[in-house]
């Protein structure tokens, strides 16, 4: 069982930062990548970056050269950094995991960032 638990949220403006993370407890060997997804209101899920489990990143066009996904072993915890936000990125942020048969079995809370302009 793996428990997932997203903070840094909050309100900024826009051209500022914000570092999400989100605190893996537990662990699952299906899981081979750690997933970062946005949900603005009226808005479906959108995937917003992906970590592997042997470093590899890949980032969603919308939030390419802006936001970056990294991670800390020791800490057992994803981070998602996210510079020059812009008031589309407003959304509730949730991480999730994603096991070898490509199901996301682990979701966190989610974390609200709202964006003023």
């Known amino acids: 069982q793996v428990h997932l638990v997203e903070s840094g949220g909050g309100l900024v403006q826009a051209g500022g930062s914000l570092r999400l993370s989100c605190a893996v407890s537990?662990?699952?060997?299906?899981?081979?990548?750690m997933d970062w997804y946005r949900q603005a209101p009226g808005n479906q899920r959108e995937w917003v970056a992906r970590i592997t489990t042997d470093g590899r990143t890949t980032v969603a066009d919308s939030a390419k050269d802006r936001f970056t996904i990294s991670r800390d072993n020791a800490k057992n915890t994803v981070f998602l950094q996210m510079d020059s936000l812009k008031p589309e990125d407003t959304a509730v942020y949730y991480c999730?995991?994603?096991?070898?048969?490509?199901?996301?079995?682990?979701w966190g809370q989610g974390t609200q960032v709202t964006v003023s302009s």
């Open positions: 999730a995991s994603l096991s070898r048969d490509r199901t996301s079995k682990y």
């Open positions: 537990g662990s699952d060997y299906s899981i081979i990548a």
